[in-house]
C-alpha cells in the first residue's frame, strides 16, 4: 500500500525546542497551489491510497489545505492533516476549523502534543480541537476520526500531559522523541529496553522543493549520504520514485530484518545497538559514507542471508 507525508510548506507558527523539521536550512519552503493539486493526482493515478499533510504547521493554510484534502476525497485517498492545533483557541473557533475539513473530506486529524509544543500552545486547544472531531456545532455530519501523537522523551516531566490526556478521556499514542533537528541537542538518557529488532516502515515524504524521500523523519536529513533521498519530481515520475523506494534492498532489510539485526551484520556488538534509539542507530549506519558503502555492496549478498 503506497501512503506517503506530503509537505505543502515548511512555515510553522511556533518554534518547538524539539522539532526535527528545523535543519540547516532555515528558509521556509512552499509549493504552488496549483502544482501540490496536479502532484495528488499524479499520486492518486500511480496508487497513492493514503496522505499525510504535515511538514511545517498545514492550518497556516487553510484555505488551500482544504482544496487538497477535497481533492483526496474526490480520488478516494484517505486523507490525514498533522497539526499542533494552535488554531482551536476556543471551542467555537475550533469547530469552524474543523466544520471545513470536515465538510472537505478529511479523514482523519492528528494532532501533536509534547510538553514541549505545550511551552507555545495551550493543552487546552488539543481538547477543543478533540471535542470538535467528535461532534461540532457547525458541521452535522458524522464524528470525524482523531488521534493525539504524545511525543515523550519517557522522563518523569511528561507523567503530568499524559495524565491529562487520561483525565480528558483523550485518544492518544506516545511517540519517542527524534533526537535530530533542534532535538539532537537534547541530553541523552540511559535506554532500559530489551534487544528489538527495530524494523521500521519507512513512510516516503514529498518535500515542497518536490524532493521525495524514503523516510519522513530523521532520515530525511542524513545529509552527508543523502541515503534516504529518491529525486526530484522534475526528473521522475512519483510512480518511478515510489518504485525506488520499493525496490531497494537495503531500504526492504530496514522494513522487514530490522536496523539491529543490520547492526550486528554491520559488526555492532549486542551492548551497543541496545544504547542506540531507533533512528540514531540508523544514522550511525546509513549517514556514515564509507559504512553505507559497505552495506549497499552487500545488501543483495551477505546481508541477505543474515541472521542473528
Ligand atoms: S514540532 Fe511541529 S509544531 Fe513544533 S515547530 Fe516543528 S513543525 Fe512546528
Ligand atoms: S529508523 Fe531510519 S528509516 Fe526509520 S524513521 Fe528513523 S531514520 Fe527513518
Not at 532555515?26 to 504535515?54: C, D, H, W, Y
Not at 533542534?182 to 521500521?200: H, I, V
Amino acid at each position: 500500500m503506497r501512503n506517503i507525508a506530503f509537505g505543502y510548506s515548511t512555515r510553522c507558527n511556533v518554534k518547538c525546542a524539539h522539532c526535527v523539521a528545523a535543519d540547516a536550512d532555515p528558509q521556509n519552503t512552499k509549493m504552488e497551489l496549483g502544482r501540490a493539486k496536479e502532484i495528488i493526482v499524479e499520486m492518486a493515478e500511480a496508487g497513492v491510497q493514503g496522505i499525510s499533510f504535515t511538514a511545517g504547521e498545514p492550518f497556516i493554510y487553510l484555505d488551500d489545505l482544504c482544496q487538497m484534502v477535497r481533492l483526496c476525497h474526490q480520488y478516494g485517498i484517505y486523507s490525514r492533516v498533522v497539526s499542533n492545533c494552535s488554531w482551536a483557541k476556543t471551542p467555537e473557533l475550533a469547530d469552524e476549523c474543523i466544520a471545513r475539513l470536515k465538510e472537505s473530506g478529511l479523514s482523519q486529524l492528528r494532532m501533536s502534543y509534547s510538553r514541549w509544543h505545550q511551552e507555545n500552545i495551550p493543552r487546552q486547544n488539543i481538547v477543543n480541537a478533540a471535542q470538535s472531531c467528535k461532534s461540532c456545532k457547525n458541521c452535522k455530519k458524522i464524528a470525524m476520526d482523531y488521534f493525539i501523537s504524545f511525543v515523550t522523551d519517557f522522563s518523569q516531566q511528561d507523567d503530568p500531559f499524559e495524565q491529562f490526556l487520561r483525565d480528558h478521556n483523550l485518544i492518544y499514542f506516545p511517540e519517542p522523541v527524534i533526537f535530530a533537528g533542534r532535538a539532537g541537542a537534547f541530553e541523552r538518557k540511559p535506554l532500559r529496553t530489551d534487544f528489538q529488532a527495530n524494523c521500521c516502515p519507512m513512510n516516503p515524504y514529498f518535500a515542497p522543493t518536490q524532493d521525495m524521500y524514503a523516510c519522513c523523519d530523521a532520515g530525511s536529513h542524513f545529509t552527508r549520504t543523502n541515503f534516504f533521498h529518491l529525486g526530484n519530481l522534475k526528473n521522475s515520475s512519483i510512480d518511478q520514485l515510489f518504485r525506488q523506494s520499493e525496490t531497494n534492498s537495503l531500504y526492504n532489510h530496514i522494513r522487514t530484518m530490522g536496523i539491529s539485526s543490520i547492526a550486528s551484520y554491520a559488526g555492532y556488538k549486542a551492548r551497543e545497538i541496545v544504547q542506540y534509539r531507533k533512528c540514531e542507530l540508523c544514522e550511525k549506519m546509513f549517514n556514515n559514507p564509507v559504512m553505507l558503502a559497505r552495506l549497499l555492496q552487500e545488501a543483495d549478498a551477505g546481508l541477505n542471508e543474515w541472521h542473528r
